[in-house]
C-alpha cells in the first residue's frame, strides 16, 4: 500500500508538528485555487517536503515492483506517471530559485541536486520495474489503449531505454555517476553565470561620458550605482536591459567596448566564476554517456525524437539560412562604415559598434527613432494588447486578483485566465522586472502544470518572466521594440500552458523543436497595425501611436536581420558543433572552439553567436542541448502558420484559430509535432516563409 506523506515523512524523523505547520506536506493548499502560499513557505519547508519527497516516491517504486498482478498500463505506466506528488508540490522552491534566488535557495538547491539524481537512477534504471514496463510494451495490442494511453506507453518505454535500462550493471553505474556529476555542474554553471550578469559591473565616473544614452536609461545607471555603494557615478550590470542600450546609444566608444566585453565574456574571466572547465567537463561527460548508450555523439539520441529526426537535417536547415543571413549581414557592414566615415572614425567596424551604427543607419534611412516609438509602449499598456490578441482569436479574458492570490514578488501580478464559457483554466503571474537574484532573460514557467484530480481538470498556474525596461524618473516602464516582441513571445508560450488537456504528466510536453512554435507565431501579433492602435498610446497624452509611426515600425523592421540571424545560427551551429563532436582532446578549450568553427564558416568578424559558450545556458546549462536549432527550425513553422491567418484576409480568422488552438496548443505530446502541424495546416510547412519574413 502506498505510505501517506504522514508516514513517509514519519519515517523520515520529520515530527508530527513539523508535518503540521508544513503546508507542502498537506494533502492541499488553503488557498484559491490551491495556489502555492509563498508567503508562509519557509527553506525548512521545502526541505523537509523534498526529503519527504524522495522517500515517497522511492516507496511508490518499490510498490509498484511489488505488486503481485499481471502488469498493466494502470497498475504499472499510469502508477509511475502519478508517483511523486510531494515532489511535484515541493518543486515551486526551484522556479523561484531562478526568479527570487537568495544564498539560501542557492544552497538548497545544491543539496537537492545530488538526491534528485540518485532518485532518478533508482527509477530509471531500475530492472525490476523495467521489466514490468516492457512487458506492458510488448502487450499493448490486447490492452485496448486509447491514444494518449499509448502515447504515454510508448514515452516511459523510451524514456527507461534512453535513461539506460538494457544496459548491463556496470554500464549502469558508469551512467549513475555521470547523471550525478552532470547534475552538480549544471548547477555549478547556471549559479556562475547568474553571479556574473547580476554582479558584473561597467562603473562611468562622469555624465559627459554617456552622451546619446537616453535620459532613463542614465537614470537607471544612476540608481545601480547608488545601490551598489557608488554614489555620483553610473553603473551597468550585464542583464540586456542594463548592457543594451549602451551598445545601442552611447557615443562613447570605449564604453560601447567594455561593455560589449563584459557581456560576452561572462563566466570566462579566469575566476572562481569562469566556466570553461565546467563547459569542458559537461561537454565531455555527455559524449561519455552518448558513447556507453552505443551513440557516436550525443546528439544523435535527442534527436532521433525530435521533428528534425537527425543531426543532417538540422545543418541542412542552418546551412540553408547561414549564406542569405551572412550576406545580409555584409550590406548591413557596408551601411556601418559608411556611417562610421560620416563620423570620421577611422579602422574597420568592430563588434562594440554593430549595434550603434546599425541604429543609426536605420534612423538615416526609414527616419524612425526608436526612442520616439518607445514613448507608445507602456507596459501595462503592452500587457493588455497581448490580452487583446488572445481575447480576439481565442475568446480569453482576464481579470487581476490584487488582493487575495499569494504573491511571490510585490511587482509580480497575478490574473484569472477565463475561456469565453466564464471557467476560469488558468492563473497566470506576469513577473517582467529585473531584480537582483533573478535569471537573466525572458522564460515561461509554471508552479503547476496542467492534471487531472479524477474527472476535474486542474488549472496550471502558469508564469512569464522578462527583465524588461524599469520605469524612470516621471517616466513609467516604456519598452524597446525587441521588449515588446519578447512579450508577446513568452505569453506564447503562456498560451500553449493554458490549453493544454492532457491526463498524464507524461503526455504534456511537445519536441523540442515543435515547442517554439506557440510562442513564435505569437508574435507575428505583435506589430499588426489593429493591434497596435489598441494598445501603443503615447503615455503622457494617450494619443493612438499615429499612421507614420506604424508605417516606420514596418519599413524598418527587416532592417538588420542579417546580424540577427547569423548571431542566432551561429549559436545553434555552436550547439550542434559540441554536441557531434566524437571525442573530446585532453587540451580542449571551449572558447577556441567555438572561435575556430566560426571562422571556418566565414562569420562577419563584427559579429559573435548570440551566446558565448561559457555563458550558453541553453546549451550547457541543459534544456537546449543539441536543441538550440529549435528557435529556427520553430521559425520556419511560425512563419508558414501565419500564412494560414494572413491567405484568409483575416489575421484574427476564427476558423483557423480555432484549428491551431485543437490541434497545435491542446493536444500537449500526444501526438507527434509534424501530425500537429499536417493536421492544422493541411500539408507540411515550408522555408519560404521564414526567408521573407527575415528579409533574407
Not at 19 to 37: D, G, W
Not at 538 to 546: A, D, L, M, R
Request: charged share 25%.
Amino acid at each position: 500500500m502506498k505510505k501517506t506523506i504522514l508516514a513517509t515523512a514519519l519515517a523520515l524523523g520529520i515530527c508530527s508538528m513539523s508535518i503540521a505547520q508544513n503546508p507542502l506536506l498537506q494533502k492541499r493548499f488553503s488557498t484559491p485555487y490551491e495556489i502555492p502560499p509563498f508567503e508562509k513557505l519557509t527553506i525548512e519547508n521545502y526541505r523537509e517536503a523534498m526529503l519527504a519527497g524522495f522517500a515517497q516516491e522511492r516507496q511508490e517504486i518499490l510498490d509498484i515492483i511489488a505488486n503481485p498482478d499481471t502488469p498493466s498500463f494502470e497498475n504499472v505506466i499510469v502508477a509511475i506517471d502519478k508517483s511523486g506528488e510531494i515532489l511535484d508540490k515541493a518543486s515551486v522552491w526551484s522556479s523561484l530559485n531562478r526568479m527570487n534566488s537568495t544564498p539560501e535557495l542557492r544552497a538548497l538547491a545544491k543539496e537537492m541536486s545530488p538526491l534528485s539524481s540518485e532518485l532518478s537512477n533508482f527509477v530509471n534504471m531500475n530492472e525490476e520495474l523495467f521489466a514490468k514496463v516492457k512487458y506492458v510494451y510488448d502487450h499493448q495490442a490486447e490492452a485496448g489503449l486509447n491514444k494518449e494511453q499509448a502515447s504515454l506507453l510508448e514515452k516511459t518505454y523510451k524514456r527507461f531505454v534512453n535513461g539506460g535500462a538494457l544496459l548491463d550493471p556496470a554500464k549502469k553505474e558508469q551512467i549513475a555517476k555521470i547523471n550525478l556529476r552532470l547534475s552538480e555542474l549544471q548547477l555549478q554553471f547556471s549559479n556562475n553565470l547568474m553571479h556574473d550578469t547580476n554582479n558584473s559591473y561597467v562603473i562611468v565616473d562622469k555624465l559627459s561620458e554617456l552622451e546619446g544614452l537616453p535620459q532613463a536609461n542614465v537614470e537607471q545607471a544612476a540608481a545601480l550605482a547608488e545601490r551598489i555603494g557608488k554614489p555620483g557615478k553610473y553603473a551597468f550590470n550585464m542583464q540586456r536591459t542594463s548592457c543594451n542600450p549602451v551598445l545601442q546609444y552611447a557615443k562613447n566608444r570605449e564604453l560601447r567596448k567594455k561593455v560589449y566585453l563584459m557581456y560576452n565574456d561572462r563566466c570566462n574571466h579566469g575566476d572562481e566564476y569562469d566556466n570553461k572547465e565546467i563547459s569542458k567537463e559537461i561537454i565531455s561527460l555527455r559524449l561519455q554517456r552518448a558513447q556507453i548508450m552505443g551513440d557516436k555523439c550525443y546528439a544523435d539520441r535527442p534527436l532521433e525524437s525530435k521533428m528534425a529526426g537527425n543531426a543532417a537535417n538540422v545543418y541542412a536547415l542552418l546551412d540553408q539560412i547561414w549564406t542569405p543571413a551572412v550576406a545580409k549581414a555584409q550590406e548591413e557592414i557596408k551601411d556601418i562604415k559608411a556611417m562610421m566615415k560620416a563620423d570620421k572614425v577611422k579602422g574597420q567596424p568592430q563588434r562594440w559598434d554593430y549595434m550603434y551604427y546599425l541604429d543609426k543607419a536605420k534612423k538615416a534611412k526609414f527616419n524612425v527613432d526608436e526612442g520616439e516609438i518607445s514613448e507608445y509602449l507602456e507596459i501595462n499598456a503592452v500587457q493588455q494588447g497581448i490580452f487583446y490578441v488572445a481575447n480576439k482569436l481565442y475568446g480569453l479574458s482576464f481579470n487581476e486578483r490584487t488582493e487575495d492570490y499569494p504573491v511571490y514578488e510585490s511587482t509580480a501580478k497575478s490574473w484569472d485566465v477565463i475561456d469565453k464559457n466564464g471557467h476560469v483554466i488558468a492563473i497566470f503571474y506576469s513577473d517582467y522586472f529585473p531584480r537582483d537574484g533573478k535569471g537573466a532573460g525572458a522564460w515561461c514557467g509554471a508552479f503547476r502544470s496542467q492534471s487531472y484530480d479524477g474527472a476535474a481538470r486542474v488549472q496550471p498556474i502558469v508564469t512569464n518572466v522578462c527583465n524588461m525596461s524599469l520605469p524612470s524618473g516621471d517616466k513609467p516602464a516604456l519598452q524597446t521594440l525587441d521588449n515588446v516582441e519578447t512579450m508577446f513571445h513568452e505569453f506564447g508560450h503562456a498560451l500553449h500552458s493554458f490549453f493544454r488537456n492532457v491526463h498524464y504528466s507524461g503526455t504534456s510536453g511537445v519536441e523540442r523543436d515543435f515547442v517554439e512554435l506557440p510562442s513564435q507565431i505569437n508574435e507575428h501579433w505583435a506589430f499588426e497595425p489593429e493591434v497596435l492602435k489598441v494598445y501603443a498610446r503615447h503615455y503622457k497624452t494617450g494619443e493612438v501611436i499615429p499612421d507614420e509611426l506604424i508605417e516606420k515600425i514596418e519599413a524598418s523592421s527587416k532592417y538588420g536581420q542579417g546580424f540577427a540571424t547569423v548571431e542566432l545560427v551561429a549559436a545553434a551551429l555552436v550547439d550542434m558543433d559540441l554536441h557531434t563532436l566524437t571525442e573530446i582532446p585532453a587540451d580542449f578549450d571551449v572558447m577556441k572552439f567555438q572561435d575556430q568553427k566560426m571562422a571556418q564558416r566565414g562569420i562577419p568578424t563584427q559579429i559573435l553567436p548570440r551566446y558565448s559558450v561559457t555563458n550558453f545556458s541553453h546549451s550547457i546549462g541543459g534544456g537546449y542541448s543539441a536543441g538550440y536549432y529549435s528557435y529556427i527550425w520553430s521559425e520556419v513553422l511560425d512563419c508558414d502558420a501565419f500564412q494560414a491567418f494572413v491567405e484568409t484576409g483575416d489575421i484574427f480568422n476564427q476558423e483557423v484559430a480555432e484549428r491551431f488552438r485543437k490541434y497545435v496548443l491542446t493536444p500537449g505530446g500526444i501526438s507527434k509535432g509534424t501530425e500537429m502541424y499536417q493536421q492544422f495546416r493541411g500539408r507540411q510547412p515550408e522555408v519560404e516563409g521564414l526567408l521573407k519574413n527575415r528579409g533574407l
